[in-house]
């Protein structure tokens, strides 16, 4: 599936909303000022019922026929910039995040 966005899921506890929507924003910022190609944006959700449960969102689109979604979100992965990303996030979660990764099929508009 080449021509298909792609979204990845991050799931994790954390008892610090605002660390969580802090480090998100920080990545937007450092992502529009890198023009990494790919990456469409992320957003942050809290359970209702479990306010320590979050779900981070991080979308990417095609931006060369020739690469999927998935594979700019790959490279992407690989930068050291989200790897600093990365190990700041499990600084303020509990445990290990899960992550899920899903080729978007439909969207509204």
Not at 24 to 50: K, P, T
Not at 53 to 72: C, H, K, N, R, T
């Amino acid at each position: 599936m080449k021509n298909v966005n792609f979204t990845q899921m991050v799931s994790f506890r954390c008892h610090d909303p605002d660390a969580v929507v802090e480090l998100a924003a920080g990545w937007d910022d450092m992502q529009a000022a890198a023009e990494i190609m790919g990456y469409i944006g992320s957003h942050v959700l809290v359970d209702r019922d479990d306010p320590s449960q979050y779900i981070l969102v991080a979308e990417f689109g095609v931006v060369d026929p020739d690469v999927s979604a998935a594979e700019e979100a790959i490279r992407n992965n690989d930068r050291p910039e989200t790897q600093l990303w990365a190990q700041k996030l499990a600084d303020i979660i509990e445990g290990e995040p899960s992550y899920r990764n899903f080729d978007e099929l439909y969207r509204t508009g």
